[in-house]
């Protein structure tokens, strides 16, 4: 608008033609108005692209009668094209060069197609005078306009290196953050599960004595009960490690008939608690007699399913469907369904279910943490099924998920009547833990394994000084230890064998299930690791790794 001004007083006082003179005033008024309009906060797009093309029509209009090339106006055009390039946004600048550019083409071949169209200039001096203040002009204006320019781009440089210290700082708090929260589960997953060792342990152990029917019935609970409050322990633990993407399945080998019967009892004895509640178990019989998959992490979606619909239901029956909907090859589709007479769902509340930690406002009065269903949602997606359900207020629900799994076979099971192995016998093993549970269940499994020497450490230092003075083929090396961690023990045995051709196989014992644990463990010098609660078979499959190492 300055430019316009600056040219209309000036042309009024050097007396410029009417026409020229009127486009001048008419800028004026015209940039006046956007200037109003942007205060009044339209967007600075629309009121930049008006402006400059607004400069192009006033200039090309006032083209000719202000004397076409030989005169001001083509520095006056410059002016407005590079404070354009300036100012407008990227996504438009390439079309307000194309308009500019097609302009000026055509009004310099018209002007050569016609030389006398523009206004001649009264003398050679208005010319030159004309020329010298448009050029001083613009050399003030674009001044002006580049050291503003330069002073934002400064300033946009001095908040970008301010917001970058403040996100460097942001970053090395969630870091940190994060940091604290893997060291958390760390240390709750390790003081869960090391008592839990020792149950499921001694359970499984317990399971293969002499026993009466009853005896053995109510062992059998009692381990299915342990591997349950494993479940539940691993919840928590789970929902991190499934979001960051890093959970593994393991599959095996099962026996369906026992397993949903196993679930059944269980459940049974806890629904019993309530007599207005039935418990109700439907198994076609079309289901295979054994079957492949990740047996615990089945379980762990059904436990979570059942304890929602034993919550929410204070009367009527809660029912447990399986059965076949399709079979292609050796691997069969089995539904799930968990179906109750319970509270139901609301329609609002339906579809925020499977979030993270979400508990609708009929929940307030019931425990929970709200990632039952979260992992449930995560855990079929992650083993290849899909999920479903149905619900109505105060009718109860019905949920149901789909599963692809492995048909089996008898010998395919992991007997552990069948769990000696020729061979294990001849291994010398030293087992090194501080918990004396822990320490008496892995003996009692080596043992069942047929292993017979077997030596134990209390404690990190004694386990790094009988190994040096003791060559042992496999060493179980827990972790979490009072005087040294197991991490730095390995690292000493490691270093006592450093030179010699043969060198212990250091096997991991934790309650850890985080991957940095177990790259650590790597980087300790340890070959293998196995998850408490240890089970026979599982470590019956390490060992044999390393039988002939």
């Not at 079957?291 to 379980?299: A, E, K, V």
Request: glycine share 6%; aromatic share 10%; with cysteine.
């Amino acid at each position: 608008m300055s430019v316009f001004l600056f040219w209309s007083v000036y042309g009024f006082i050097i007396g410029y033609e009417y026409f020229v003179q009127t486009v001048y005033t008419t800028g004026i008024f015209i940039y006046l108005v956007l200037y109003i309009l942007q205060k009044k906060g339209i967007g600075f797009r629309k009121l930049s692209l008006t402006y400059y093309y607004l400069a192009l029509l006033l200039i090309g209009i006032s083209w000719f009668p202000s004397g076409g090339l030989k005169a001001a106006i083509p520095t006056f055009l410059g002016l407005v094209y590079l404070s354009g390039l300036l100012v407008l946004p990227l996504k438009d600048y390439l079309v307000f060069i194309i308009v500019t550019f097609g302009m000026v083409l055509g009004l310099i071949l018209y002007e050569i197609k016609y030389p006398d169209a523009p206004a001649p200039y009264l003398s050679e001096e208005l010319l030159i005078q004309d020329i010298a203040i448009s050029t001083l002009t613009s050399l003030v204006i674009m001044g002006i306009c580049l050291f503003i320019f330069k002073r934002t781009y400064i300033d946009d440089r001095r908040l970008l290196r301010k917001n970058n210290k403040e996100l460097e700082k942001e970053k090395l708090k969630a870091e940190s953050a994060d940091q604290a929260k893997t060291t958390f589960l760390a240390t709750i997953s390790h003081e869960m599960r090391t008592p839990l060792n020792g149950i499921v342990g001694m359970t499984e152990l317990l399971t293969k004595t002499d026993l009466n029917k009853e005896q053995q019935e109510l062992v059998e609970s009692l381990g299915y009960s342990s591997n349950i409050l494993h479940g539940l322990i691993s919840n928590v633990l789970d929902i991190t490690i499934i979001e960051a993407g890093k959970l593994e399945l393991h599959m095996s080998s099962f026996s369906s008939q026992k397993e949903f019967n196993a679930l059944w009892r269980v459940f049974e004895k806890k629904i019993n608690v309530n007599p207005d509640v039935k418990l109700h178990l439907e198994v076609d019989d079309l289901l295979p007699e054994y079957l492949s998959g990740d047996l615990p992490r089945i379980r762990q979606v059904l436990v979570n399913l059942l304890n929602n619909a034993i919550k929410f239901t204070i009367k009527g029956s809660i029912t447990i469907s399986i059965s076949v909907v399709g079979q292609a090859g050796d691997v069969v589709s089995v539904k799930f369904s968990i179906k109750d007479t319970g509270t139901g769902i609301s329609l609002d509340k339906q579809a925020h279910l499977f979030e993270t930690f979400y508990k609708s406002s009929e929940e307030a009065d019931y425990e929970g943490t709200g990632l039952g269903l979260p992992i449930v949602d995560k855990l079929v997606r992650l083993m290849g099924g899909t999920i479903d359900f149905k619900s109505e207020p105060q009718k109860g629900s019905e949920f149901s998920f789909i599963l692809p799994l492995g048909v089996a076979k008898k010998e395919d099971l992991e007997g552990f009547e069948k769990i000696v192995v020729p061979g294990l016998s001849d291994l010398k093993i030293l087992i090194v833990e501080d918990v004396e549970i822990n320490r008496l269940v892995a003996q009692k499994m080596l043992k069942t394994l047929g292993i017979t020497h077997i030596e134990m450490a209390i404690n990190g230092t004694e386990g790094v000084q009988k190994a040096s003075k003791q060559f042992y083929d496999i060493i179980l090396m827990d972790l979490q230890m009072p005087d040294i961690s197991g991490f730095e023990a390995s690292r000493q045995i490691s270093s006592v064998y450093e030179t010699e051709n043969q060198k212990p196989i250091i096997i991991a014992l934790t309650a850890n299930a985080m991957k940095n644990s177990m790259e650590e463990c790597s980087e300790a010098g340890m070959s293998d690791y196995i998850l408490k609660p240890i089970k026979s078979e599982t470590l019956k499959q390490v060992l044999m790794k390393y039988m002939n190492y």
